[in-house]
C-alpha cells in the first residue's frame, strides 16, 4: 500500500486517455510516445563527442556539445586521448550541487599533472549565436530565461533580443570548473549537476556536454566534509580508472547508446506527454512542465 | 586551478559591491545577510514537529508541517510515538527522483507492521485555503503556479483565483507515499526530493514536511536497480535505526536546531541576495530567482 507511484512509466493509460491534444496527435503517456517511436526518432551521438569515464562503480558516459563549446570539446578530447585523467579522481560532492573530476593537486605546480598538448586556458565559450543553433523552443514560463528548448538533446535558453542561446544548467549538465577569471578553464576540472538545476550557473561558466547513463555513480558518492563539498582525505576521493573517447576504442568496445532526437513530431508529443500527465495515478493533470522536467530519452541500440 | 567555486558563502563581497538594491538595504550576498541577522531573524521548531531518523549513516531531521497537512502530522506523530518505523527500512532510491522509507512488507497483509492505533487512510490533504496562511510572496517566474513563495520556512504556490496554497516539491520536501486514490495514505509511507523539483507532484500528493538537515544520508544511498528505483533485494535495503518526534525525547537529547524565519526583511534580502549576485565569481549578477533555489539556512544554537 502506499507506494509512490508519480514515474509509473510502465503503466498504460487508462482508457479513455483525456483528450487535450489535438486529433492528431492524440494523447499518451511517455511510455506510448516511446514505444510509437521509429527509428528515425533516434541519433547515435558521434564518438568523437563521446566519453565513457569508468570509476569503481560502473561507467558514466557523457555526450559532449562542440556546437557550443569548440574549443573546449578539442581540449577535452585532447587530455582524453593522452589519458590525462586516469588515476586522478573525483574531489568534490557537494549535496544538491555537483560532483567534481579533475587533479587533486592542481593546485600544486610541482606536483600536478600535465597537461600534455593541451591548451591551458581557454576563452569563456557561455553562449553561442542563436542563429543556424537549431533551437527548439517548447512552451515554459522560465524563472531565469525568455526562452527555453533544445539544441541537438541539450536542455537550453535563448535569447532573442540578443540573438543568443546556451546551455541550461539542468541535472547532468557536465561544465569546465574555472577560477575567478572568465577565460580560466580548460575542460581538465570537470563537473556533472546533481542536484536541483543551479541555473544561476548559466551564462556563467562554460558547458561541455551532459551525462548520458550512469550519473548515478557520481550522485550516489559520499558528499565530501569540507566546504562546498571537498574531500579532506585523500582516501576519501573516488578514483578514476579510466576516461575514454569512444572514438579513441576499437569499435567492438563502443556502446551502441542511442539518443531521443529533440528536433521531431515525436519530441513535441513527448514534452506533451510531460505537460499533460495521463498516467493514471495523477489526480490533477498538471498541465505545465519545466524545462529541466523533460526528458531526453537515451537507449541501448540492438 | 579551475576550482568551481559557485557557491563561495565564505568569500565576501568584493568591495566596492555592485550598487543594485536600494540604500536602506546594501547589497549583500547570503554569507553577509546571514552574518548580519539578528536572533530574532531565526525560530526553533516546535519539538511536536519534529523527526530524527536515525540511519546507520547519520540522522536526518525533518520538520512537519502541521498547517498544510493537520491530519497527516497527527497519523505521523502517532507512528513515531509507537516506534512504528524502528527496524523497517528506506525501500526505494531513484536517481534524480525520490528517497522513500516504510514497511517492505507493506503489501503482505500477513507480514506487515500494525499501524496501531494510526488511522489507515486519511484525506487528501493536497492545497490548503490561503487566507490566514501567512504566505509570503517572492518576485519569480514560475513554470507550474501563478505566484510562489514561502510559508513558515516551506517553499510554497499560491493560486489566488482559487484562495488556495500548497507545499511545492522542492529538494528536500517530504511527502506521504500514496496509490492511486487521492486518500490512500495514511503517512507511514515517506518519502523525501533527492533531485531536480518535481513540481508536478504538486496537488497530486500530501506534502508533511522537509528535511532541515542530514539528506545527505538519503541523498547518496545507492540507487535501487528495480524499475522507481526499489530495491530487488532485502540486503540493498538501508535500515532505519529509529524514528522519532524530538517531543518524545528528554529535552537534553533534542538538537537545538534553528531556522531562519521567512516572514521577516532579512529574509527578503537573503532571497535578494541569491537573486543577484554579488560574489566576485559571477561574471553576470543573474538578476533573477527560482523558488527552489532560494535555501532557507538552519544552524545549531549554541
Not at 486529433?23 to 527509428?39: D, G, I, Q, R
Not at 561544465?175 to 542536484?195: H, K, Q, T, W
Not at 579532506?232 to 578514483?239: E, G, K, L, S
Request: hydrophobic share 40%.
Amino acid at each position: 500500500m502506499s507506494l509512490l507511484r508519480p514515474t509509473a512509466l510502465l503503466l498504460a493509460c487508462a482508457l479513455p486517455c483525456l483528450a487535450i491534444a489535438a486529433p492528431s496527435a492524440p494523447a499518451a503517456t511517455l511510455a506510448e510516445v516511446l514505444a510509437a517511436s521509429s527509428a528515425a526518432d533516434w541519433r547515435r551521438p558521434d564518438p568523437e563527442n563521446t566519453l565513457y569515464m569508468d570509476l569503481p562503480g560502473g561507467r558514466v558516459v557523457i555526450e559532449l556539445a562542440p556546437q557550443f563549446a569548440p574549443e573546449h570539446v578539442a581540449n577535452i578530447r585532447t587530455l582524453a586521448h593522452a589519458r590525462y585523467w586516469d588515476g586522478l579522481a573525483i574531489v568534490r560532492v557537494q549535496d544538491n550541487y555537483v560532483a567534481q573530476w579533475g587533479d587533486p593537486e592542481a593546485g600544486n605546480p610541482e606536483h600536478r599533472r600535465a597537461p600534455g598538448e593541451a591548451r591551458a586556458r581557454l576563452p569563456a565559450e557561455f553562449e553561442r549565436d542563436a542563429a543556424d543553433s537549431g533551437f527548439r523552443r517548447i512552451d515554459s514560463r522560465d524563472a531565469y530565461a525568455p526562452q527555453v528548448g533544445f539544441v541537438d538533446g541539450f536542455a537550453a535558453a535563448r535569447d532573442p533580443a540578443r540573438g543568443k542561446v546556451w546551455m541550461a544548467h539542468c541535472y547532468g549538465l557536465v561544465g569546465a570548473g574555472r577560477d575567478n577569471p572568465a577565460d580560466s578553464s580548460n575542460g581538465a576540472e570537470l563537473y556533472a549537476v546533481i542536484g536541483h538545476a543551479p541555473r544561476h550557473l548559466d551564462r556563467n561558466i562554460t558547458p561541455v556536454g551532459r551525462v548520458l547513463s550512469g550519473i548515478e555513480h557520481l550522485s550516489s558518492l559520499p558528499r565530501g566534509p569540507a566546504p562546498m563539498g571537498f574531500y579532506t582525505d585523500p582516501a576519501q576521493r573516488t578514483p578514476i580508472r579510466s576516461l575514454r573517447l569512444a572514438s579513441d576504442l576499437p569499435e567492438s568496445e563502443r556502446l551502441s547508446i542511442e539518443v531521443f532526437r529533440t528536433d521531431t513530431p515525436a519530441f513535441e508529443r513527448l514534452v506533451q506527454a510531460r505537460r499533460v500527465r495521463h498516467e493514471e495515478w495523477f489526480i490533477d493533470p498538471v498541465g505545465r512542465i519545466e524545462l529541466c522536467n523533460v526528458p531526453v530519452p537515451i537507449r541501448l541500440a540492438l
